[in-house]
């Protein structure tokens, strides 16, 4: 018996920290409407700061406890420092734009840690007083777990207390509901928001400091830590502080209990969690339907038109200079065109489903790496010729696309955007344990382009061919009716329907497609490099495509070509040097402050008059 | 508008031009060697392993380089992901002309380099990654690893823990690939030792994300007499902290695997496990010739100590600068057939490639756990030879393809 107490006592305390970090998360989107993830970087800082304050004063219960406070208020005024000088100036920008902004932060933090923290682990100072354990029926249980396991209900009912009972709680509530009206009846919101991200960050780095003495600071715990908030923050509805308190308990019970029961089972549960109750409740267990719908007021888009005559010909030039590339290029050149190709092919069926579709994917990759895993299986297992499994592969991956479009067309925003993500980990963790059949994370190595295509010049032709043309044919997609129904979906659910247009099977129909063409790009991507490995599948790759997307701009059809091309040139060029990613994240916010309509949407509006032809100008239309 | 077309045309142009630059010119007094790894990750390994190459590429370089030409490193950053390693080989094969491949940590990037390798003929040294599969399932004419594998490292605990009367055992282990290789290979080997013991329970925590409370209950409950740790890193840290609040460790044998090594011993300073029999590098005990001279260079220069990642580092080139002296050429083939069979003599002393699977025979330290002076140290250790810890030629031509 005394097992089982103890056993659950630790997951509460583990679901302490992580409810600390996902209220703070919560929060933050909440009102704000960012999808923070510096959070786990703020968490990351929060930890060194106050291994570094205890360290530095003499060991007491004072300068324990004051380390930690002072942490959590660094912490706070870092996510201000951040809120003020970077994505205030961007709320008018689309809110999956702040989303790239934070990551920028991530990655300039990254480095900024290792060069200030340096690159060892350091292990967490016990808690002075609390250092023993408590005997429960012949169960040992640490005395610092029970402190936490008192701590989280108290933050909570602090916060609860500081929204109910002060004219502060009741204006961040009111901004909750109805941002516009807020600010019509005169409120600042500026500091409203300001205020709210340090209260955000504020509990993001009290979940960093107060865990120390649980384990401990590293460079990895912010990339480790955000997965976790964010299916906290979703399974118990966003903005909900009591439902991330709910969902955290839930997790960390789970994560308790699973392992007694399926050891293997710690990389999916949480995901598995999340995915069952977003199909069941939609908006997490104790969320609210959003209001606004998932258009925005301000939408940069301008009106989709066929290409114009100028345009065709610049296209058709661009075309040329790819067909004549190998002419003047060496081999690692066309290597790397060709990956920006098939790169650039996934970002553009991202951009179908999430620009004209208006469904955000976190999760991607699930089908890039999918499809690059269909063709390497078949090429493994059955000795597929090459050109069948470059078929097959995105017939595998539309046949995913609609099983996992299916759950996901029925929510929308960030909800439809963590459930493709808890598929996407879903699907990873499967490729990733299965080793007899999918050789875990060992990969599939082997898969090299069939003898024909085994030339350099004729591969680099071929990705060319595949990529160039789904691309395109994506884009005329877009002109078809069906087209113009997604669209028609995504601006107004409510008067697509009164017109008789069945929305949620469009927005499944499209999702399918967008898998599709993305495991076409996997299939390709997986003969170039001769191998694949299940991160080709995981979050991190889910990223790349997304952040490639919005670096372009998700309001033009160019732009996830431009944003693909930047990404994989810019990563190729700076990973030569020593601190690459805080220069890259340096870039990226120069990116986003600069061009907030994406880099390929800032040129189409520039130079959309020489682009536009003439008989439309002279017509009068933009 | 004008002057914006102008600038836009500029920087279309610069950016076309530094796509296509044209390949670098062959260098002529200098041999160039491409290095991967993860340095944006794992900082506490990589960071000592960049300082042990550096410091043996100065050694070869001042006197006098290699066959009359000094060696020079082109050094890049994976961030773990094997198809970026992949590209990264290509352009230094393609573009920067280097004469071989070596270095990456993660065992997926190893293999993918592996494979790479064997398609386009390239001499590749795998420095770190453990995995078997390196040298034994994907292994190739051009791939040589140096680092004593996993199979290897877990032989040699398994060997040491069949002394132990423990039959009831438990274990504990990342869960992905190196994890379970390591917990397979010394179940495999303790019990062809033992075929009395039994394992009774595991645990697969997530790599540094240990639910380490809850996975020590569920290990305590099975109650075994002996537990086989592969943790590391964060994630060993909180095993070994709410193992002993928990009173886990009590009365129980445990076998760790790269525990004594200092990255991941010198973290937990006063707190670090006593008694655990585990592989690692007691840097401060080691008085060997080879060492010593290894030892005081390394201080010198960089007024630290050596890890575990700087020997790595430093017998990677060491054994490279060796190869290219023996081949007299930057001929791939001739290479290859310099390193098949060649000894030299690294920072643990002498370490011979094989012929027969191109697993070199570098090998480890092994002993007990003990805390000093408030930080944690290996007593009792010695060092085993990698020879003697791999499986008889007939398996291994069983395992290659």
């Given at each position: 018996m005394g097992f089982y107490i103890v056993q659950f006592l630790t997951g509460l305390s583990d679901a302490a920290t992580l409810f600390f970090v996902a209220a703070g998360l919560s929060l933050i989107f909440g009102v704000t409407r960012i999808v923070n993830m510096a959070h786990g970087s703020f968490y990351m800082i929060g930890a060194y700061v106050a291994y570094f304050v205890i360290a530095a004063l003499p060991h007491s219960w004072f300068s324990f406890w004051g380390g930690i406070l002072a942490a959590a208020l660094v912490v706070g005024l870092v996510g201000v420092v951040v809120e003020v000088f970077l994505l205030r100036r961007l709320y008018r920008a689309p809110e999956l734009f702040l989303l790239m902004a934070t990551f920028a932060v991530v990655l300039v933090i990254q480095d900024l840690a290792r060069w200030a923290f340096g690159p060892e682990d350091l292990l967490g100072p016990m808690a002075p007083g609390l250092e023993g354990s408590i005997n429960f029926l012949g169960a040992l249980m640490p005395v610092y777990d029970l402190v936490l396991i008192i701590a989280a209900p108290l933050v909570l009912i602090a916060i609860w207390l500081l929204f109910n009972r002060t004219r502060w709680g009741v204006l961040v509530r009111a901004a909750t509901e109805d941002r516009e009206m807020l600010a019509a009846l005169g409120v600042n919101q500026k500091w409203l928001f300001t205020s709210v991200v340090f209260l955000g960050s504020f509990l993001a780095g009290l979940g960093g400091a107060i865990q120390l003495p649980k384990g401990g600071a590293d460079l990895l715990m912010d990339m480790n830590v955000i997965a976790a908030a964010f299916v906290i923050v979703v399974v118990g509805g966003m903005g909900s502080?009591?439902?991330?308190?709910?969902?955290?308990?839930?997790?960390?019970?789970?994560?308790?209990?699973?392992?007694?029961?399926?050891?293997?089972?710690?990389?999916?549960?949480?995901?598995?969690?999340?995915?069952?109750?977003?199909?069941?409740?939609?908006?997490?267990?104790?969320?609210?339907?959003?209001?606004?719908?998932?258009?925005?007021?301000?939408?940069?888009?301008?009106?989709?038109?066929?290409?114009?005559?100028?345009?065709?010909?610049?296209?058709?030039?661009?075309?040329?200079?790819?067909?004549?590339?190998?002419?003047?290029?060496?081999?690692?050149?066309?290597?790397?065109?060709?990956?920006?190709?098939?790169?650039a092919l996934a970002c553009m069926s991202l951009y179908f489903m999430m620009g004209p579709g208006g469904m955000v994917s976190f999760g991607h990759a699930a089908f890039f790496g999918g499809g690059a895993y269909a063709a390497a299986l078949m090429t493994h297992y059955v000795h597929t010729p090459m050109g069948l499994a470059l078929f097959l592969a995105p017939l595998c991956m539309g046949l995913l696309a609609l099983i996992i479009g299916w759950f996901c067309v029925r929510l929308s925003g960030v909800y439809l955007a963590m459930l493709t993500l808890a598929f996407a980990q879903i699907c990873w963790s499967i490729v990733f344990q299965w080793t007899g059949f999918t050789g875990g994370d060992d990969g599939i190595l082997g898969i090299w382009p069939a003898k024909w295509a085994s030339n350099e010049v004729i591969f680099y032709y071929l990705t060319m061919v595949i990529s160039i043309g789904g691309i395109l044919l994506l884009r005329f997609l877009l002109f078809t009716p069906l087209g113009y129904t997604m669209r028609a979906c995504r601006d107004s659910r409510l008067r697509a329907g009164a017109v008789g247009i069945n929305v949620t099977r469009h927005q499944w129909f499209s999702f399918a497609v967008a898998g599709v063409f993305a495991g076409l790009a996997g299939g390709i991507y997986v003969f170039s490099k001769g191998s694949v490995f299940p991160d080709e599948m995981s979050i991190p790759r889910s990223f790349d495509i997304l952040l490639s997307v919005l670096l372009g701009g998700v309001e033009s059809i160019s732009g996830p070509i431009v944003g693909s091309s930047a990404f994989i040139w810019l990563e190729d060029k700076i990973s030569h040097i020593g601190f690459w990613r805080l220069i890259l994240g340096c870039i990226f916010i120069f990116l986003v402050s600069v061009f907030p309509q994406g880099i390929g949407g800032y040129f189409g509006t520039r130079f959309a008059n020489f682009l536009s032809s003439e008989p439309e100008k002279a017509n009068g239309t933009r | 508008m004008k002057t914006r077309k102008i600038i836009f045309v500029a920087v279309a142009v610069v950016f076309l031009a530094l796509l296509i630059n044209a390949p670098a010119v062959f260098a002529g007094g200098t041999i160039k060697l491409g290095e991967i790894n993860t340095y944006s990750k794992l900082t506490s390994f990589t960071f000592p392993y960049r300082n042990g190459w550096e410091l043996a590429l100065d050694e070869v370089n001042k006197s006098g380089g290699v066959n009359g030409k000094q060696?020079?490193?082109?050094?890049?950053?994976?961030?773990?992901?094997?198809?970026?390693?992949?590209?990264?080989?290509?352009?230094?094969?393609?573009?920067?002309?280097?004469?071989?491949?070596?270095?990456?940590?993660?065992?997926?990037v190893g293999l993918a380099l592996t494979d790479f390798a064997k398609r386009n003929k390239v001499f590749y040294l795998a420095a770190e990654p453990?995995?078997?599969?390196?040298?034994?399932?994907?292994?190739?004419?051009?791939?040589?690893?140096?680092?004593?594998?996993?199979?290897?490292?877990?032989?040699?605990?398994?060997?040491?823990?069949?002394?132990n009367p423990a039959k009831r055992w438990a274990t504990i282990a990342p869960n992905y690939a190196y994890g379970k290789d390591a917990v397979k290979a010394f179940e495999e080997v303790l019990k062809a030792k033992r075929p009395d013991v039994e394992f009774i329970a595991e645990q697969w925590p997530a790599l540094f994300k240990i639910n380490a409370?809850?996975?020590?209950?569920?290990?305590?409950?099975?109650?075994?007499?002996?537990?086989?740790?592969?943790?590391?890193?964060?994630?060993?840290?909180?095993?070994?902290?709410?193992?002993?609040?928990?009173?886990?460790?009590?009365?129980?044998?445990?076998?760790?695997?790269?525990?004594?090594?200092?990255?991941?011993?010198?973290?937990?300073k006063g707190e670090a496990p006593e008694g655990w029999l585990v592989t690692g590098y007691p840097w401060y005990a080691i008085h060997t010739k080879a060492h010593t001279m290894f030892l005081k260079a390394y201080q010198a220069k960089y007024n630290d100590y050596p890890r575990t990642g700087s020997v790595v580092g430093y017998n990677m080139l060491m054994a490279v600068a060796n190869m290219l002296k023996k081949a007299g050429s930057t001929d791939t083939e001739k290479m290859v057939d310099a390193m098949e069979g060649m000894t030299f003599e690294g920072a643990f002393g002498p370490v011979t490639f094989r012929k027969i699977d191109h697993q070199s025979t570098m090998g480890a330290y092994v002993g007990y756990t003990a805390v000093k002076n408030g930080k944690g140290v290996m007593v009792n250790w010695k060092y085993l030879d990698g020879k003697d810890y791999l499986p008889s030629d007939a398996e291994v031509m069983k395992l290659r393809p």
């Open positions: 502080i009591p439902g991330a308190f709910l969902a955290a308990v839930i997790i960390g019970e789970l994560g308790s209990f699973g392992v007694l029961f399926l050891p293997q089972s710690t990389l999916v549960m949480m995901f598995l969690v999340m995915a069952v109750v977003l199909v069941i409740r939609p908006y997490g267990l104790l969320g609210k339907p959003e209001v606004h719908d998932v258009v925005p007021e301000e939408s940069f888009e301008s009106i989709l038109r066929p290409a114009s005559r100028k345009l065709r010909y610049i296209g058709l030039i661009l075309l040329m200079l790819f067909l004549l590339l190998p002419m003047v290029a060496g081999r690692y050149q066309l290597i790397l065109f060709g990956e920006m190709a098939m790169f | 060696l020079e490193v082109i050094s890049r950053d994976d961030a773990g992901k094997p198809g970026n390693a992949v590209r990264i080989a290509e352009e230094m094969i393609r573009k920067d002309n280097v004469a071989l491949l070596m270095g990456s940590f993660f065992s997926n453990l995995a078997d599969a390196v040298v034994w399932a994907k292994g190739n004419r051009y791939t040589f690893r140096l680092r004593p594998s996993t199979y290897m490292q877990a032989a040699m605990l398994a060997e040491q823990a069949a002394k409370g809850a996975e020590i209950q569920a290990l305590t409950r099975a109650n075994p007499e002996a537990v086989y740790n592969v943790t590391f890193g964060g994630d060993l840290a909180k095993f070994v902290r709410e193992g002993k609040l928990r009173g886990f460790f009590k009365g129980k044998y445990i076998v760790s695997l790269l525990t004594g090594e200092p990255e991941y011993m010198d973290p937990l």
